[in-house]
């Protein structure tokens, strides 16, 4: 048998819903009447206290059906007082209290404003992404189109970017559309080439094509993908006949063509075969004659040529003849120039073409941030470093002085040698510049050592104790004779250092053999060395030309020796090949010892330390 319920406790029960129900009808009333304070104060310019409102609103009914609303409208006077992180927030609370479709859209608009005002790129797009398309008001779909393009761009996401981009053309217009179209080239380069490929043959905007085209086919020229960069290139002009790059690109295929074409066996020769430079270029000349083979030193399967032009040591005409080399005589490498201000001219019209170029000269930073320039030539860096190695390292002397003549030479060689000092953790006490063709050197020893001028009781004294223990002279063999005799005369007796020049029996000419006994400098020419590839260099030169071999013609020799190995070896026949080729050259045997090319497109050689001992130059044993 059922049991009833007393009809008392079903009519409490009743009681307590009905009062439930009523108290939520209080607190929506209630909460109803101080949404619309919060508005008002808000409509009469009072923001500080509406927010102040909405936030007691929040506290005192959080089981409001107006609470979304509150967090929505209070997060909106934040923003507009660019309190964008407090705004974020109040919006993320409205999203959680989600209403209809049109208050959760607005809500997550504003979110994805706060954000982005905030820099946060990553959660704007996680907001507002999926979102653009469920707008109809056409200035909204193009802000969060704008907005989303932006972020992706700051993320460097730029496909997505792109996608966005193409959005926003679609439904926006003024400055700041045309603003967004004109970065597009400085982004798209960060795009890699299957990516490009894929937006120039896509469906979308044409001005975003044409561009990705552009760039596309200009990369591939960079690269020396001449065929490829061709193909895309005459696309661009059949599709876009009026693209505002239509001249540089009709530029572009036309070179392309003509460098397309080379002779893999013709190699060029940009020399000072005239003028002041002349004996140099000369010199030069034979070694690569030797090379090639006109002598049959040595013997190769293949019949190079070499295309010879005469730079006059003009860095204008050198550049003309260097194109005309390339362009006309299709020339696979470039050997030379050897004057500094023609290197650096040429070394330009080399790396925009493409063409291999080993100079041989020793220009200060010429193949830095360079693809296609390499250079086999001894630099004053390359002097400067064995000589620190002997004299920190095995000598430990840590003091040091320079002296230079007031010329490029000099002024290069003292920079060089004062920052690999310091970098070694030394001490440059003095460096004193001098007119370049001074012969009284008093001035310049009293400014290394004040006392070595003063007399009186240590004029007895066979040597002044000196603030440093190494001079270096940054200067030739002939301002030796000047300088030696004068700082023995004012007993200045440091450990003396010196260029390559010193190598040189003519340096005893101008210098007595006892004023330099100890002596040190760094050379990478060295007939001294018992090396059985440089004797055998020096023999056939000799007998080809009748002269003594220098190194000028022995680095111009190895240079298009190597060039000639690698292209043989390497059965390598166009300029992109022989390039790489150059760059992972390791070890190499040449007459002056094992050649190495480092990243930076320099040829490595160990150079020899030589030490004047009774007017003979001895090999420094390691």
Same mark, same amino acid.
């Given at each position: ?175 700041e559309l045309e603003k967004a179209k004109g970065s597009v080239p400085d982004w798209l380069s960060f795009l890699k080439d299957q990516e490009l490929e894929e937006i120039f043959n896509s469906q979308g905007p044409e001005w975003i094509k044409g561009e990705a085209g552009y760039l596309l086919g200009t990369r591939f020229y960079q690269t020396n993908r001449l065929k490829e960069s061709k ?162 390292? =095995? *000598?430990? &002397? ?5 002296? %230079?003549? #007031? /010329?490029?030479?000099? @002024? ?92 040189? =029996? *003519?340096? &005893? ?5 006892? %004023?330099? #006994? /100890?002596?040190?400098? @760094? ?100």
């Amino acid at each position: 048998m059922k049991k009833r319920v007393p009809k008392i406790v079903l009519g409490m029960a009743a009681l307590l819903f009905s009062l439930t129900l009523f108290a939520g009808y209080l607190s929506n009333r209630r909460s109803m009447d101080e949404l619309k304070q919060a508005r008002e104060m808000a409509a009469s310019g009072k923001p500080e206290d509406a927010i102040r409102s909405y936030q007691e609103l929040i506290e005192k009914y959080p089981d409001s059906d107006y609470l979304n609303t509150a967090w929505f409208e209070m997060g909106r006077l934040q923003y507009q007082k660019q309190a964008y992180e407090i705004a974020s927030r109040s919006f993320e609370q409205a999203k959680k209290n989600q209403g209809n479709k049109d208050q959760f859209l607005e809500t997550t608009l504003w979110l994805g404003r706060s954000y982005y005002q905030l820099r946060k790129y990553q959660n704007v797009v996680d907001a507002l992404n999926g979102i653009a398309d469920q707008y109809r008001d056409s200035g909204q779909k193009a802000e969060i189109a704008g907005v989303l393009f932006h972020s992706h761009l700051e993320l460097k996401n730029y496909k997505n970017a792109l996608l966005w981009l193409e959005k926003y053309a679609d439904s926006a217009s003024g400055a700041e559309l045309e603003k967004a179209k004109g970065s597009v080239p400085d982004w798209l380069s960060f795009l890699k080439d299957q990516e490009l490929e894929e937006i120039f043959n896509s469906q979308g905007p044409e001005w975003i094509k044409g561009e990705a085209g552009y760039l596309l086919g200009t990369r591939f020229y960079q690269t020396n993908r001449l065929k490829e960069s061709k193909g895309v290139f005459e696309k661009l002009l059949e599709r876009y006949p009026n693209s505002s790059h239509q001249a540089e690109i009709s530029r572009l295929i036309e070179q392309s063509g003509e460098l397309i074409q080379v002779v893999p066996t013709r190699i060029g020769l940009i020399l000072p075969l005239s003028g002041t430079y002349q004996a140099f270029g000369d010199r030069a000349l034979k070694g690569a004659l030797l090379a090639a083979g006109i002598f049959q030193y040595p013997k190769t399967t293949h019949n190079f040529e070499l295309r010879v032009e005469n730079s006059l040591g003009d860095p204008e005409l050198g550049r003309e003849k260097v194109k005309g080399m390339i362009m006309q005589d299709h020339i696979i490498a470039l050997v030379g120039p050897i004057l500094n201000p023609v290197a650096i001219s040429v070394a330009g019209v080399s790396e925009e073409l493409n063409v291999p170029m080993v100079a041989l000269s020793p220009s200060p930073g010429l193949t830095e941030n360079k693809t296609n320039v390499f250079r086999n030539c001894m630099t004053k860096d390359s002097q400067v470093k064995p000589l620190l190695d002997w004299a920190m390292g =095995e *000598k430990k &002397f840590t003091k040091f002085a320079v002296i %230079y003549p #007031e /010329d490029k030479y000099g @002024a290069e060689f003292a920079q060089v040698f004062e920052q690999e000092v310091k970098a070694r953790g030394g001490q440059l006490v003095k460096s004193v510049p001098y007119p370049a063709e001074e012969t009284d050197f008093r001035e310049v020893i009293g400014a290394l050592e004040p006392r070595a001028l003063t007399k009186g009781k240590e004029e007895k004294k066979e040597s002044l104790p000196l603030s440093f223990e190494v001079l270096f002279i940054a200067d030739g063999y002939e301002k030796v004779g000047s300088i030696v005799p004068q700082l023995l005369f004012y007993r200045v007796k440091p450990q003396l250092m010196g260029t390559s020049s010193w190598h040189s =029996e *003519k340096i &005893f000419e101008h210098c007595k053999q006892s %004023y330099l #006994e /100890d002596a040190v400098f @760094a050379d990478l020419y060295a007939p001294e060395l018992d090396n059985k590839a440089f004797a055998d260099y020096r023999f056939k030169y000799e007998q080809a030309f009748q002269e003594d071999s220098s190194l000028f013609d022995l680095q111009a020799y190895e240079t298009v020796a190597l060039i000639i190995d690698l292209m043989e070896k390497n059965q390598i026949s166009s300029r992109r090949e022989l390039a790489q080729a150059l760059k992972s050259v390791r070890g190499w045997p040449g007459p002056l010892g094992p050649v190495s090319v480092n990243a930076s497109g320099e040829f490595e050689h160990q150079l020899h330390l030589f030490q004047i001992k009774k007017g003979k130059f001895e090999l420094e044993k390691k």
